[in-house]
């Protein structure tokens, strides 16, 4: 089974391969084509994985590419892993909306806006050729922001195209080990969109056991979630909210905390591309993992949380159930259909669905309360606008994408982000309105 990595020398790649030499199952992955517009990145990571395979006979064969239509000719999955403006964009959308005094998150307010309206004209090409070089494939899409670039990517890919995430599966099995449960023995009732999403109950043998966790402030507070939103404020919302949920509740100390993921992660990159390796790439990996979301926390992160088993055992999973025709159920991100009635039928939602060989079907979930609908309705519509804008290359449509989020709090800052952006303003041309 052959599997194409888009974004082939991004530092999580290794990540993927290490899931696929501990993968023994039949029909498992054998072919693998990191594809990437960066040689010398290429260069690094084959070199990683490389190392990684030293002592598997079996190990998958690696090759690259840096000719998109060659990559993904004939291959079986996609894995769209890219970032566009690498991480010099993440940086830049981070302080360009800090200096004018809003939330600048990868995938949150102005920064996520910023990152897809890049994204979305580089993902919808790739997907275009994907559809005339590799049909069957089927394209597992980790491109941030994830609702957003699957949503965009559907319109060439149809079904064929899902998005995936591990925060849903982390935030799951955080609430299994709380209430000493077994993640696979739970069933999560979770509904939103990606990184805006909530736990609204954890069924265990027939039961809920959600209510009790949330009355037990203790256990509750023992986990990431708990410590970030605190005990009372879950039970006032009667959910867990993805730890993205802590730049809406909390934007005034989001904001004021300045902190800037993306300088410090270009930093560390540079220093292990300088000298890639898989000791030096394990101990970057460790050191981002233990950072991660550090502006939320007033402790380190819980060593439960620093190992594997996030969106690569997501894919790996993913993939088993297509290609095997094994019924798995995953948090995806897929078209809505009827899932939540708050949303059209192609809106892409990320919820519990039903994998096989046909693809990812959502099923049925709790509807989500006013709050909540208020919210994903109001982020649909800032994903499709940002979709437009990135189509159109129209700078009012980008204005209007950023004004139109909740968390970017003038029409103005909207103006002066677009103009300001040195990815945006050139792209998007001059004062016009």
Same mark, same amino acid.
């Given at each position: 089974?052959?599997?194409?990595?888009? !974004?082939?020398?991004?530092?999580?790649?290794?990540?993927?391969?290490?899931?696929?030499?501990?993968?023994?199952?039949?029909?498992?992955?054998?072919?693998?084509?990191?594809?990437?517009?960066?040689? #010398?990145?290429?260069?690094?990571? +084959?070199?990683?994985?490389?190392?990684?395979?030293?002592?598997?006979?079996?190990? =998958?064969?690696?090759?690259?590419?840096?000719?998109?239509?060659?990559?993904?000719?004939?291959?079986?999955?996609?894995? #769209?892993?890219?970032?566009?403006?690498?991480?010099?964009?993440?940086?830049?959308?981070? +302080?360009?909306?800090?200096?004018?005094?809003? $939330?600048?998150?990868?995938?949150?307010?102005? !920064?996520?806006?910023?990152?897809?309206?890049?994204?979305? =004209?580089?993902?919808?090409?790739?997907?275009?050729?994907?559809?005339?070089?590799? =049909?069957?494939?089927?394209?597992?899409?980790?491109? *941030?922001?994830?609702?957003?670039?699957?949503?965009?990517?559907?319109?060439?890919?149809?079904?064929?195209?899902?998005?995936?995430?591990?925060?849903?599966?982390? $935030?799951?099995?955080?609430?299994?080990?709380?209430?000493?449960?077994?993640?696979?023995?739970?069933?999560?009732?979770?509904?939103?969109?990606?990184?805006?999403?909530?736990?609204?109950?954890?069924?265990?043998?027939?039961?809920?056991?959600? =209510?009790?966790?949330?009355?037990?402030?203790? /256990?509750?507070?023992?986990?990431?979630?708990?410590?970030?939103?605190?005990?009372?404020?879950?039970?006032?919302?009667?959910?867990?909210?993805?730890?993205?949920?802590?730049?809406?509740?909390?934007?005034?100390?989001?904001?004021?905390?300045?902190?800037?993921?993306?300088?410090?992660?270009?930093?560390?990159?540079?220093?292990?591309?300088?000298?890639?390796?898989?000791?030096?790439?394990?101990?970057?990996?460790?050191?981002?993992?233990?950072?991660?979301?550090?502006?939320?926390?007033?402790?380190?992160?819980?060593?439960?949380?620093?190992?594997?088993?996030?969106?690569?055992?997501?894919?790996?999973? %993913?993939?088993?159930?297509?290609?095997?025709?094994?019924?798995?159920?995953?948090?995806?991100?897929?078209? *809505?259909?009827?899932?939540?009635?708050?949303?059209?039928?192609?809106?892409?939602?990320?919820?519990?669905?039903?994998?096989?060989? *046909?693809?990812?079907?959502?099923?049925?979930?709790?509807?989500?309360?006013?709050?909540?609908?208020?919210?994903?309705?109001?982020?649909?519509?800032?994903? /499709?606008?940002?979709?437009?804008?990135?189509?159109?290359?129209?700078?009012?449509?980008?204005?209007?994408? %950023?004004?139109?989020?909740?968390?970017?709090?003038?029409? *103005?800052?909207?103006?002066?982000?677009?103009?300001?952006?040195?990815?945006?303003?050139?792209?998007?041309?001059?004062?016009?309105?």
């Amino acid at each position: 089974m052959k599997l194409v990595v888009l !974004g082939g020398g991004g530092f999580r790649v290794p990540l993927v391969y290490r899931a696929l030499l501990a993968d023994r199952s039949p029909g498992r992955v054998t072919e693998v084509v990191l594809h990437d517009v960066d040689a #010398s990145r290429l260069v690094a990571v +084959s070199g990683v994985l490389a190392e990684l395979a030293a002592d598997v006979p079996d190990a =998958p064969v690696v090759t690259t590419s840096m000719d998109l239509d060659e990559a993904v000719r004939g291959a079986d999955f996609v894995f #769209s892993a890219i970032r566009v403006g690498g991480l010099d964009g993440r940086a830049a959308d981070e +302080s360009v909306a800090a200096g004018c005094g809003v $939330l600048g998150q990868e995938t949150v307010g102005a !920064g996520g806006v910023a990152y897809g309206l890049r994204t979305v =004209p580089v993902a919808l090409d790739i997907a275009r050729r994907i559809s005339v070089h590799a =049909p069957d494939a089927w394209v597992i899409n980790f491109t *941030n922001p994830a609702g957003m670039v699957t949503e965009a990517m559907a319109t060439h890919l149809g079904h064929r195209v899902i998005g995936i995430c591990d925060s849903p599966v982390g $935030l799951g099995r955080r609430v299994a080990r709380a209430v000493g449960a077994d993640l696979g023995d739970a069933w999560l009732d979770y509904a939103g969109l990606n990184h805006l999403g909530w736990l609204r109950g954890v069924h265990v043998c027939g039961r809920d056991v959600l =209510p009790d966790l949330l009355a037990d402030t203790e /256990r509750l507070e023992s986990f990431e979630e708990g410590k970030l939103f605190g005990a009372e404020w879950l039970r006032t919302l009667g959910a867990i909210p993805n730890e993205y949920l802590h730049y809406y509740y909390f934007t005034r100390e989001a904001v004021e905390s300045g902190a800037s993921r993306g300088a410090f992660l270009l930093e560390q990159q540079k220093q292990f591309y300088a000298a890639p390796s898989l000791a030096s790439w394990d101990r970057t990996r460790l050191e981002r993992e233990q950072t991660y979301m550090a502006e939320t926390r007033d402790e380190e992160r819980d060593s439960n949380d620093l190992d594997g088993g996030g969106y690569e055992q997501v894919a790996l999973a %993913l993939m088993h159930a297509i290609a095997a025709d094994k019924r798995t159920t995953l948090i995806l991100n897929v078209p *809505n259909r009827t899932t939540l009635s708050c949303l059209d039928a192609d809106a892409i939602v990320e919820v519990p669905s039903l994998v096989d060989a *046909n693809g990812a079907r959502p099923v049925a979930v709790s509807q989500l309360p006013d709050e909540g609908v208020g919210l994903v309705t109001a982020l649909k519509v800032v994903e /499709r606008a940002t979709i437009k804008a990135a189509i159109s290359g129209e700078r009012a449509h980008a204005v209007k994408a %950023l004004a139109l989020h909740p968390l970017v709090d003038s029409v *103005n800052v909207a103006r002066r982000i677009v103009d300001a952006h040195p990815l945006l303003s050139g792209a998007f041309g001059a004062r016009g309105d």
